[in-house]
């Protein structure tokens, strides 16, 4: 018994290994296409990634799977993967209008806020002004590099994410999970054009304070005219 426990132990080890090789992979990619290097309906040889990042196919195989989730990449029978093209204003509107939906009904059911939830909310939302931070010092400096970009877009979904886990809807969730990987879409649409962090960051402050004031229809206003505003300044910045 033992020594059949050991050795499933030993498979984990080697699963864990194989994600987190996965992930690495995934990262790198989806820095590629975020940097807007990789044009519209470029062929993505699973080979040569897996030659350029000194890996086997397995992990480029399974990151493009999950890539393909979030709409930056189209996979073709036969074909293999291809670049997508970015959001157009049409799409955008749609994406906005279900976050709307998605977002203010968890707002709503995550109120009130539970002292732990309110917590990580903080935590989320400090992180978060850090990170804009930084891209507003490197909006100074000439422009920011994608780097701290996507870190930035990363602490924005996490903020998010601590209203949807706290929603006390799986459902709810799990959409939120859907909706996140597309996300991805919209923010290489506006990924060199990131004007909004101040008045992101001073959103995300409101929410908080939404949650921590006791009102009860506070939280899902904030959160509506947070991604309202949002999409008002990314359709604006699509049509520019």
Known sequence: MTMEFE???SGLDATIERRGLRDHVYDRILQLLLSGDASPGARLSIDTIA???DVS???VREAMVLLERTGLVTREALKGYRVAPPLGAAQLAE???ARVVLESNAARLATPAAPLMLEELRAAEEAHRAAGERVITGMRAGSPAVELTTAYFATD???HRVVFRHCGNRYLDEMSESLGAQLHRMRQSVLHGVTDVREAIAEHEAIVDAFASGDQ????RQMRRHIEQVRSRSLDLERS
């Open 157 to 159: 979904a996490a903020f």
């Open 95 to 97: 994406l906005f209008e």
């Open 217 to 220: 229809d506070a939280p899902e």
């Open 51 to 53: 030659r350029q990042l």
């Open 7 to 9: 050795s499933g132990l």
């Open 57 to 59: 196919p397995t992990p």
